[in-house]
């Protein structure tokens, strides 16, 4: 009889053995596709759910999601080919359209140069005005087109930061002057150089201070910090009406913020900064402070950006 009790023992310990190995083993299946899945749904990731083999439910389960993971795989390819196909007929209609205005600008100059009474020079500038806005509006789509394509290879070279910012600044002098009653320029260490494209870094630049004149009113600053790691440039002006800027969509297309900024303007060149300074490995931040707007340009001084993409 105390056999029979010892095999009942043995064998009610076997199977609760297996009941917590067979516990253990779906919980950590579980735990591997629930990692699994979150990659999935964070993006960071679209290959195919692994089968446990200790529960066919679970893998059947497993089938189902994997189908699904599969269709999502090809929606995201068909996704990436018609984004880039737009973008490519955005760039070639942008491109299209420089030749044809460029040639209207020409020929306006050319008859502006005439004999005219008061109504048509009138007339003929407010053609001129015109046609150079939408210049400038199909030359910012060419630029940011072509900077999202990925097509066009950086040109590197190694470069004086603090002389260029200069160049720029000397550049827009005039408009500056004419918008800020306060300008201070203190920028210092001449001497260092990174290693970029000077075309790219020039029109970063030049589209923060064209923002600056652009909205800005009063005061306007350029000064920038020297780390063991990176370069800071900072860019501020005061602006009259800061409730109406959200900071964190400053960066993004055809943002305008309030009416005042729609004037003059077509909302793509703080979009073509953040490019640029994403291309180049910079980082670019703006902040808000009182009326005080603030933009950060981070310059890591130990990085080589050789083959990264950008537009000529």
Known sequence: MQWIWLWIAIISLLINTLFVVKFYQ???????????????ISGDALSKLRHSK????????????????????????EFEEVTLQNKRMISSISHDFRTPLTSMLGYLQILQSGSHSKKEEKYLRIVEERTKALSELVEEFYRLSLLES???QLTI??????????????????????TFEHITVQLMEEQQSIETSSIEFNRLIGNLIKNAFTHGTNRFSVYNELSEQHLFIYIENEVENPGALEVDRLFE?????????????TGLGLSIA???????GYELEADLNHKRLQFKLSIPLNKIKKDKNVYH
Not at 26 to 40: E, G, P, S, V
Not at 157 to 173: D, G, M, R, S
Not at 253 to 265: I, K, L, N, P, Q
């Open 26 to 40: 779906d919980r950590k299946a579980y735990k591997r596709l629930t990692k699994q899945l979150n990659w999935i």
């Open 54 to 77: 200790s529960s066919s439910a679970q893998d059947l389960l497993v089938d189902e999601i994997n189908e699904i993971i599969e269709q999502l795989s090809k929606l995201q390819v």
């Open 150 to 152: 990925n097509e066009y």
């Open 157 to 178: 070279e190694n470069v004086y930061p603090i002389f260029l910012i200069q160049e720029q600044i000397a550049l827009y002098h005039a408009e500056l002057d004419e």
């Open 253 to 265: 297309r055809m943002y305008r913020g309030d009416e005042t900024r729609a004037t003059g303007s």
């Open 274 to 280: 953040k490019k640029i300074a994403d291309t180049l």
